[in-house]
């Protein structure tokens, strides 16, 4: 599916019909998300609720923003929008539950990146708020100073690049004749081309250049972020690491482990599919099991957040690992009591089915765990 056209509707079609099916596996897919991711949202929720006592209001109030926008745009990108790519144009068929409700495709696509954008601002505000903690108190002024001026940065920069996917957005009318003219050289245009919820356009619109300027330089920020934010940790943490202060190394050190590890999971589900679409759109390239999973990975970008987030913060963690032990525990009792019961009464029919030497070690079983049974029940009595 990367290779060009042959001049004959045949490969058209096998492309079209190879596209809808994956297009198909995507959205089955994102149907299933939210049910899977839910119980990370639960355990965030209840964590920040209740467990963010030693921490302070304005990192609990960002944490309660951060996790907001990430849930809510999850439901929102799977249930509200569904976002399928259409290619060999650039193209984007809504197909969620606001298409039933005639909103615009285009309004509906803005409001997601807004989502993306600040979530991602809100992650390395929480990021930038753990380094500060890295700095020694009788470090200069001037870095936290920087550290607050970094902060407003990127929520400018989240802001402007929403506001650059308008330089995508034209006049559809406009957009789907001037494809459809450069499709009768190729023969056939996408089939759902006049939909209403398919919007498009291609790198003959005047503004595309202003879009690709501000998208890829968006991504130098998020890759000088990545490098920067453990740099300087670790710069912290070296100049730290003497004998007199151990314990502040090692707190050092286990912050710029979880720094690492955010960011890590940040370049994964968020920066990468950002440059995966941007080259997409600049070379045209049709790859549509690349872009769909790069959707896909897109639509799991909150919850991976989520979950690093619990995984960062120690209150957290160890809360979660608590509910998880609790968890194994029930079911581990259930299991055994499961057990017991059809070893105490057996299946007269799975009798009769063996002969007499497996019968024997059987009743064997059934004796040994009747036997077990009632010493742990005697055990529990005496400890009680």
């Known amino acids: 599916m990367t290779s060009d056209f042959l001049p004959d509707n045949e490969s058209y079609y096998q492309f079209y019909k190879e596209q809808a099916e994956l297009n198909g596996y995507y959205k089955y897919s994102c149907h299933f998300i939210p049910f899977i991711t839910l119980p990370i949202y639960a355990e965030a929720c209840y964590c920040i609720l209740y467990k963010c006592k030693q921490f302070s209001p304005k990192y609990v109030t960002i944490l309660q923003i951060h996790m907001f926008l990430h849930f809510f745009g999850e439901i929102y990108w799977t249930v509200l929008l569904l976002p399928v790519i259409v290619l060999p144009s650039i193209g984007i068929s809504t197909e969620g539950f606001l298409s039933v409700l005639r909103i615009s495709s285009s309004w509906q696509i803005f409001i997601m990146c807004g989502i993306l954008q600040i979530s991602t601002a809100t992650m390395i505000h929480l990021l930038i708020y753990r380094l500060k903690f890295a700095v020694p108190p009788d470090a200069s002024r001037a870095i936290k100073i920087g550290a607050d001026l970094t902060n407003g940065f990127y929520y400018f920069t989240a802001i402007f690049c929403t506001c650059a996917i308008g330089f995508m957005d034209e006049d559809q009318k406009v957009a789907k004749n001037r494809i459809l003219h450069n499709f009768q050289k190729y023969l056939v245009p996408p089939p759902n081309l006049w939909e209403d919820n398919y919007v498009t356009t291609d790198r003959e619109n005047p503004n595309f250049k202003y879009y690709v300027y501000i998208t890829v330089a968006e991504i130098m920020i998020l890759i000088i972020n990545i490098i920067v934010v453990p740099t300087v940790s670790f710069h912290f943490l070296s100049k730290n690491r003497t004998e007199k202060s151990e314990k502040l190394a090692q707190a050092h050190r286990q912050t710029l482990q979880v720094l690492v590890f955010q960011?890590?999971?940040?370049?994964?589900?968020?920066?990468?599919?950002?440059?995966?679409?941007?080259?997409?759109?600049?070379?045209?390239?049709?790859?549509?099991?690349?872009?769909?999973?790069?959707?896909?990975?897109?639509?799991?970008?909150?919850?991976?957040?989520?979950?690093?987030?619990?995984?960062?913060?120690?209150?957290?963690?160890?809360?979660?690992?608590?509910?998880?032990?609790?968890?194994?525990?029930?079911?581990?009792?259930?299991?055994?009591?499961?057990?017991?019961?059809?070893?105490?009464?057996?299946?007269?029919?799975?009798?009769?089915?063996?002969?007499g030497e497996s019968q024997q070690s059987f009743r064997k079983l059934i004796f040994q765990t009747e036997n077990f049974r009632f010493t742990n029940k005697t055990i529990i009595n005496l400890n009680a």
């Open 263 to 355: 960011l890590a999971i940040h370049c994964i589900f968020h920066l990468l599919p950002l440059v995966c679409f941007t080259w997409s759109a600049i070379f045209r390239t049709k790859n549509i099991a690349l872009l769909s999973v790069g959707l896909l990975i897109w639509a799991l970008h909150g919850a991976a957040c989520t979950l690093a987030l619990i995984l960062a913060n120690k209150p957290f963690r160890l809360t979660t690992a608590t509910h998880l032990k609790i968890d194994l525990k029930n079911n581990h009792h259930l299991i055994v009591q499961f057990s017991v019961a059809n070893a105490s009464n057996p299946n007269p029919k799975l009798l009769h089915s063996v002969n």
